[in-house]
Antibody
Framework: EVQLLESGGSLVQPGGSVRLSCAAA????????MNWVRQAPGKAPEWVSY????????DYADSVKGRFTISRDNSKNTLYLQMNSLRVEDTAIYYC??????????WGKGTTVTVSS | DIVMTQTPVSLSVTPGQPASISCKSS???????????LCWYLQKPGQPPQLLIY???NRFSGVPDRFSGSGSGTDFTLKISRVEAEDVGIYYC?????????FGQGTKVDIE
């Protein structure tokens, strides 16, 4: 079964850092581009970041550009999101999602990041 | 950024009756390759979004044929021909024609 499992979410103070991981199972991560999407409480999902199959091409939402870094280790079948200079407004469930053509067909169950003092 | 606007915000439907959700984009979603990149997701309580429809009208694997999508350019519609209890949740449209991909604000569907 194709699955994604996020981990690393926590309670962190404003200005702090967190690294999220997304482990793929049932498929070869390196064959697919990947995305991170977040969802603040009671809000619509928000696309956060994209990475190509090799990792050579990345993109970010303006709201996180310069603070978040997406990366991948295809040998470990794992995707990452390094989140620095965290703000209260970054509080959300963070999902990793597999890109298939021009849509996201498989999503993980998410990991929660809470930014609060 | 492309703004996605959904109506209505919420919908209460009798089982077996149809339902329709509208999604309008602030720019055309027609890509240079000739395809239109608009999809629909359903998010059930406590779950991640699940893909229903991609490229306006194509049902994703395993999606019942009571779900259908239509539209072009900037105006799109998701229709459920006969709503069932398992269809409750929040429906989101999303474009993927360019980064940033953006979602509508959602339409909450519940059963009367």
């Amino acid at each position: 079964e194709v699955q994604l499992l996020e981990s690393g979410g926590s309670l962190v103070q404003p200005g702090g850092s967190v690294r999220l991981s997304c482990a793929a199972a049932g498929f070869t991560l390196g064959n697919y581009a990947m995305n991170w999407v977040r969802q603040a409480p009671g809000k619509a999902p928000e696309w956060v970041s994209y990475i190509s199959t090799s990792g050579g091409n990345t993109d970010y939402a303006d709201s996180v550009k310069g603070r978040f870094t997406i990366s991948r280790d295809n040998s470990k079948n794992t995707l990452y999101l390094q989140m620095n200079s965290l703000r209260v407004e970054d509080t959300a469930i963070y999902y990793c999602a597999k890109k298939y053509y021009y849509y996201m067909d498989v999503w993980g169950k998410g990991t929660t990041v809470t930014v609060s003092s | 950024d492309i703004v996605m606007t959904q109506t209505p915000v919420s919908l209460s439907v009798t089982p077996g009756q149809p339902a329709s959700i509208s999604c309008k984009s602030s720019q055309s979603l027609l890509h240079g390759d000739g395809r239109t990149y608009l999809c629909w997701y359903l998010q059930k309580p406590g779950q991640p979004p699940q893909l229903l429809i991609y490229e306006v009208s194509n049902r994703f694997s395993g999606v019942p044929d009571r779900f259908s999508g239509s539209g072009s350019g900037t105006d799109f519609t998701l229709k459920i021909s006969r709503v069932e209890a398992e269809d409750v949740g929040i429906y989101y449209c999303m474009h993927s024609v360019q980064h940033p991909w953006t979602f509508g604000q959602g339409t909450k569907v519940d059963i009367e």
